[in-house]
């Protein structure tokens, strides 16, 4: 600490994403000096990635039911002081063209790297340092923070760590900000990769089907969503499976209403002269290879007209009530999004702030706060970032 070749600043931001720009750009606009630190060569880089590089920005619909913690009220404050309509009022500014996709989803209609540039933007305008390619090495806190780094020693009097999850390794993401909530004592909800796909357990009868996908209504806990599902090589994944993933608890459950838009016992009651063979028949509502490996040794082999209502029953709950256990999800390398990270207990909800570390805040992903698929996610980056932001 004292470093006398120290930089001082206002605030140090560590961690270039959404939320640490966002963070920066609210500091930097009431004056305060900001510095940011960013490990990579470049700040945004999951941002350019999001959205299958259209960036899906934020959510018209976001309320805090949208989101998954430990404390389902903490977003709250936040979400309600930085709105979806505040963020798409700014991308008006900067001219950036979008579109509705679907379920208040908005998108870029060009690519993400126009939020990147408006957020460096806005930077240079509110006059935020950025250092790029500088790792940290240590932090110690005295009167105020000092950073260590690759490039030298910076001090400032609020610290604010915006490094995200370990979703993504590959584009640099990690767990740092998890070592400096424990530096300073501050309890983390345990963390997993979520907006995941899911992996079969036991022996996976469906290998041959990836790539098909059908739409159907999932449901883990106690949240249901309808959107389409999709076969992978080893279990399920499409947005039905990412969304109910945040609520799946590994090794556990998931049920399947196969075909959410139909009564089957009614369409089967009303063809019970038939003879054509059950499997048959549900080629008309389902994939037909889906529905050979789905029938064999789940549905009876039998013509319409020879199912009984014990049959019928039977069908009724393999359809709409068919229930798969996962064993484990496909991992950080496929994640969206991490599960869990630092308690919101441990936090203001006004303003982000560590309770016990006056100085020390926690932004974004890193922070026990997980939304749904759908832009959310950056929604909570922006709310949070513009809380602390106003605060340091
Ligand atoms: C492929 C993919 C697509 C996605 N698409 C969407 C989408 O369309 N809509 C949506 O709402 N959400 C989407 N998400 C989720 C969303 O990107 C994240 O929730 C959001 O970026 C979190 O913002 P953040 O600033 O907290 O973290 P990040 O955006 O991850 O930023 C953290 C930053 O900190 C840096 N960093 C990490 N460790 C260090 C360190 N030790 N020192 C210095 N810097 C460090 C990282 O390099 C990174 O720049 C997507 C995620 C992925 C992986």
Redesign the pocket.
């Known amino acids: 600490m004292g470093d006398s070749a120290a930089k001082t600043f206002d605030v140090i931001i560590?961690?270039?994403?959404?939320?640490?720009l966002f963070c920066a750009i609210a500091a930097g606009r009431r004056g305060r000096r900001v510095l940011v630190?960013?490990?990579?060569a470049e700040?945004?880089?999951?941002?350019v990635?999001?959205?299958g590089g259209r960036?899906?920005?934020t959510n018209l619909n976001t309320t805090a039911e949208n989101f998954v913690s430990s404390n389902p009220h903490f977003a709250r404050s936040a979400l309600a002081r930085y709105t979806p309509a505040d963020f798409v009022e700014l991308v008006k500014r900067h001219r950036i063209e979008y579109y509705e996709k679907k379920l208040g989803q908005l998108f870029c209609r060009g690519r993400s790297h126009e939020i990147v540039e408006m957020l460096l933007a806005e930077c240079r305008t509110s006059r935020v340092e950025i250092l790029t390619d500088t790792?940290?090495e240590r932090i110690e806190k005295g009167k105020s923070f000092a950073v260590h780094t690759s490039r030298g020693t910076f001090e400032s009097e609020a610290l604010v760590i915006?490094?995200?999850g370990p979703?993504?390794p590959k584009i640099?993401?990690?767990g740092?900000g998890y070592g400096v909530a424990r530096q300073f004592g501050l309890a983390i909800e345990e963390t997993r990769p979520s907006l995941v796909p899911l992996v079969f357990s036991g022996a996976n009868e469906f290998r041959g089907l990836a790539g098909i996908s059908i739409d159907a209504e999932v449901t883990a806990g106690s949240h249901s969503f309808r959107e389409n599902i999709l076969f992978t090589h080893r279990g399920l994944s499409g947005p039905a499976i990412l969304q109910a993933s945040n609520y799946w608890q590994p090794g556990g459950e998931v049920e399947f209403d196969l075909l959410p838009a139909r009564d089957i016992s009614k369409a089967i009651n009303e063809n019970r002269r038939s003879r054509q063979r059950l499997d048959n028949f549900l080629k008309g509502f389902l994939p037909e290879r889906f529905v050979e490996i789905f029938a064999a040794g789940r549905l009876p082999q039998k013509p319409l007209n020879e199912l009984s209502n014990h049959d019928i029953e039977m069908i009724e709950a393999e359809l709409h009530r068919w229930r798969r256990a996962f064993t484990e999800t496909e991992g950080w390398d496929k994640a969206?999004?991490t599960l869990g990270g630092v308690s919101t207990r441990e936090l203001s909800s006004q303003t982000m702030e560590a309770k016990k570390v006056p100085g020390l805040y926690f932004?974004?992903?890193?922070v026990d706060v997980t939304?749904w698929l759908g832009?959310?996610?950056?929604?909570w980056?922006w709310a949070s970032g513009h809380a602390a932001g106003t605060a340091v």
């Open positions: 560590i961690g270039g994403g959404a939320a640490g630190i960013e490990h990579n700040v945004g880089r999951k941002i990635i999001s959205g960036c899906n920005f790792s940290v915006a490094t995200g979703s993504f640099g993401a990690t740092f969206e999004v932004i974004g992903e890193v939304g832009g959310y996610n950056f929604q980056a």
